[in-house]
């Protein structure tokens, strides 16, 4: 156990950055009730629902892989990460936290 208000580094990281100046166009389809930015990304929805069952299935699978051999395989881990961190910037354009179309990409 940590010591209290000592720092650790820890293996997971979502770092999200305030930018100095937000998009007026697009706070304006965020005003009622986020359909603007919904509407915008319904391709990003279906597409990553579809990406999401294949995640999790993936993951599944995996574990008994975890469990045979002690390893996750390195294209498999690239592969739930890359969902992950597409999903979150979905949500962060969603939310507003960023400017930045999500797009179809599964990479940083």
């Not at 979502?14 to 603007?36: N, T």
């Amino acid at each position: 156990m940590d010591a209290p208000g000592s720092r650790t580094v820890h293996p997971v990281q979502l770092p999200v950055e305030q930018a100095d100046r937000y998009s007026r166009g697009l706070a304006i389809l965020g005003i009622p009730l986020f359909i603007g930015r919904m509407i915008a990304l319904i391709p990003v929805f279906i597409i990553l629902e579809i990406v999401g069952y294949v995640a999790i299935l993936v993951a599944w699978l995996l574990q008994f892989v975890v469990l045979l051999s002690g390893r996750y395989p390195k294209g498999a881990h690239g592969f739930v990460t890359g969902y992950v961190r597409w999903s979150l910037r979905r949500t962060a354009w969603l939310r507003g936290l960023n400017d930045t179309y999500p797009g179809f990409r599964m990479k940083p």
